[in-house]
């Protein structure tokens, strides 16, 4: 299990004096390296302008199905059942839209396998095409689901997961008019072969830039001895292209050792014999992160610089690390922020830490808004068959404003998930995080079961938690489980003001525990002032009329809440929760124990 804290999230809530702090993050440097260093060559726009030519209609063959012949390919049992053949091309075609602009901007050498491998398809299936007479000639289109051409996120889209193989006789396709938009198809991508195909290694601009980086973390290292770089990239296609052009260079130039961990096969390593594992790469790199010296057997060689893509961006300790590298943009801002998070961990021995983003040489506006035009141009021919007049939908309008606003302060900081305005945050989806909080107590408190009802203590409040008592309750009727929607049945927390306004209810229990932890963060002994101030109120104890009518509060909230979420569920799918249960108030309840804010 992972649990993804970040680091905003972690300097709130959590005490970090016993286990160190967070580097320093310096500004990011954004660099924006033009397509080649050949004299009188092409640049990102030219390519662009070819790009929009292109309709792909190799991977539509089922829109040229005659209408007199469609009957013969749907298959009836799947009706209602998610996407059809059709719209699963529909979308395919759209995303290798997108992903040719991805792959150009993540590497030429990637961009250029895209285009030889979709070129390659169509030759074949024209091949096929001119060959027909007449007779019936059956078209098996191959599944690219599985091709190297897609990043991560890509790959998990629905469209790969149904209708994998489709067969078309020739005979009942329009297959006069495919041919004609094959053949357009397959001129633009011979002249796009063309136009990129003199930038070698030598003269790719972004790869010089990239190797002129490395040499000044080298020779001026951001902190004293530490030689270590990621490098991140979307595609394993670059990532080979990165480890065949910059390993051996750092071996000879620096005496570094190089790895490349894809995911998709076994790593690579300039280490002769050394397991290209996931964990032995890692282990090699991040030694200390990943407690090597307490590791029997372990491989004691280090591994200075990894190339990788986001198979490793969740999920890794690497802040042995101080110097990570975007080499190309991923198009969801979260994975930015992700892959920083591998370095910027609590506890490292880092006093600062260095993120560098390549940005194509384009404007940053009109680079996201390329994908927006796009999705125009694919949809104009659904629009033609369905009479759908909306281009781009308020959703996918909302995504594209909500990716250049990010992009954009990437450019200039580093950013917190919290701070992804319009996202949602990953620290806002589960209580994993307290479950292993609790867990690891228990183990060094095993008589925590014996603990005695009704046990409390006293906080001072802070701006996010004002005065009042927060109440831990227990529903001691076991069938009854609140309608399911409380996530911590049979407790119940509950946070009332000491107006007896409900601060939290039990609906959010995130957000009160995040609470709890926030008042309680650093404190190991009671406040014997605010202790004083509690005894003098309440007589020592001897007087809790006040508490006891906040607890009825908490109660009624209780109440409140799902008399609210009852009638919510009246005009929602699934059905009313209103019937499900009931609670009568406090017999139903008993305290566990409560925590008085003063």
Not at 154 to 158: I, K, P, S, T
Not at 245 to 250: A, D, K, Q
Not at 288 to 303: E, T, W, Y
């Given at each position: 299990m992972t649990i993804a804290r970040s680091r905003r999230h972690i300097e709130k809530y959590y005490n970090i004096s016993d286990v160190g702090t967070f580097p320093e993050r310096l500004k990011p440097i954004s660099v924006q390296p033009c397509l080649t260093s050949l004299d009188n060559a092409i640049n990102y726009q030219q390519?662009?302008?070819v790009l929009d030519s292109l309709t792909l209609h190799i991977y539509t063959p089922t829109s040229f199905i005659l209408?007199?012949?469609i009957s013969k390919y749907i298959d009836p049992s799947q009706h209602g059942k998610g996407l059809t053949q059709a719209g699963r091309e529909e979308g395919i075609r759209r995303l290798m839209s997108i992903n040719l602009l991805k792959r150009l901007e993540s590497?030429?050498?990637?961009?250029?396998l895209t285009i030889d491998r979709i070129s390659k398809l169509i030759e074949d299936t024209m091949q096929s095409v001119r060959s027909y007479q007449n007779g019936s000639r059956v078209l098996e289109l191959n599944d690219i689901s599985d091709a190297a051409d897609w990043d991560d996120d890509?790959?998990?889209?629905?469209i790969f997961t149904v209708y994998r193989k489709v067969k078309i006789d020739l005979a009942d396709m329009d297959h006069v008019s495919w041919l004609h938009d094959l053949e357009k198809d397959a001129e633009n991508l011979e002249l796009l072969s063309l136009m990129v195909q003199d930038i070698t290694p030598a003269y790719d601009a972004k790869l010089q830039e990239l190797l002129r980086l490395i040499d000044e973390k080298q020779r001026h290292p951001i902190n004293p001895g530490n030689r270590k770089i990621i490098i991140f990239t979307a595609f394993s296609d670059t990532a080979d292209y990165l480890y065949q052009?910059?390993?051996?260079?750092?071996k000879q130039a620096f005496g570094m050792n190089t790895a490349e961990i894809t995911g998709s096969v076994d790593g690579k390593t300039t280490i002769p014999k050394l397991s290209g594992d996931l964990n032995t790469v890692l282990t090699c790199f991040s030694p200390?992160?990943?407690?090597?010296?307490?590791?029997?057997?372990?491989?004691?060689?280090?591994?200075?610089?990894?190339?990788?893509t986001d198979c490793i961006s969740e999920g890794q300790n690497l802040q042995d690390c101080d110097y990570l590298i975007n080499y190309d943009i991923h198009w969801n801002p979260v994975r930015i922020i992700q892959?920083?998070?591998?370095?910027?961990?609590?506890?490292?021995?880092?006093?600062?830490?260095?993120?560098?983003?390549?940005?194509?040489?384009?404007?940053?506006?009109e680079y996201i808004n390329?994908?927006?035009?796009?999705?125009?141009?694919?949809?104009?021919?659904?629009?033609?068959?369905t009479g759908d007049d909306n281009l781009i939908n308020p959703e996918e309008k909302g995504d594209l404003e909500y990716r250049s606003a990010q992009l954009k302060r990437l450019k200039n900081e580093v950013v917190d998930l919290e701070e992804m305005s319009g996202g949602i945050s990953i620290m806002d989806l589960g209580l994993n995080e307290f479950r292993l909080d609790l867990l690891d107590y228990m183990k060094k408190h095993d008589d925590v079961e014996h603990t005695p009802l009704g046990m409390h203590a006293i906080v001072a409040s802070t701006p996010d938690a004002p005065p009042g008592v927060i109440f831990v309750l227990k529903n001691i009727n076991n069938e009854i489980n609140v309608d399911q929607q409380n996530r911590l049945h049979p407790f119940y927390m509950v946070y009332i003001g000491q107006d007896g306004s409900t601060v939290c209810d039990y609906l959010s229990p995130k957000e009160l525990l995040d609470r709890l932890r926030l008042l309680c963060k650093g404190k190991t002994e009671p406040d014997q002032s605010l202790c004083q101030q509690f005894n003098q109120a309440t007589d020592d104890g001897k007087n809790m009329s006040a508490y006891s009518e906040l607890l009825s509060e908490a109660i009624r909230s209780i109440l409140d809440a799902k008399e609210e979420s009852d009638i919510d569920s009246l005009f929602k799918m699934g059905g009313t929760t209103a019937l499900l249960s009931s609670i009568s108030g406090l017999d139903d309840f008993e305290l566990i124990c409560f925590l008085v804010v003063q």
């Open positions: 390519i662009y302008n209408s007199s012949r590497s030429v050498y990637a961009f250029r890509d790959q998990n889209n629905d052009n910059i390993s051996g260079y750092v200390i992160s990943k407690r090597r010296d307490s590791l029997p057997n372990a491989n004691h060689a280090d591994i200075d610089l990894l190339i990788a892959r920083f998070g591998r370095i910027d961990r609590i506890g490292s021995q880092n006093r600062c830490i260095q993120l560098v983003n390549f940005w194509p040489d384009v404007d940053l506006d390329l994908k927006g035009r796009v999705e125009t141009r694919m949809k104009m021919t659904v629009m033609t068959s």
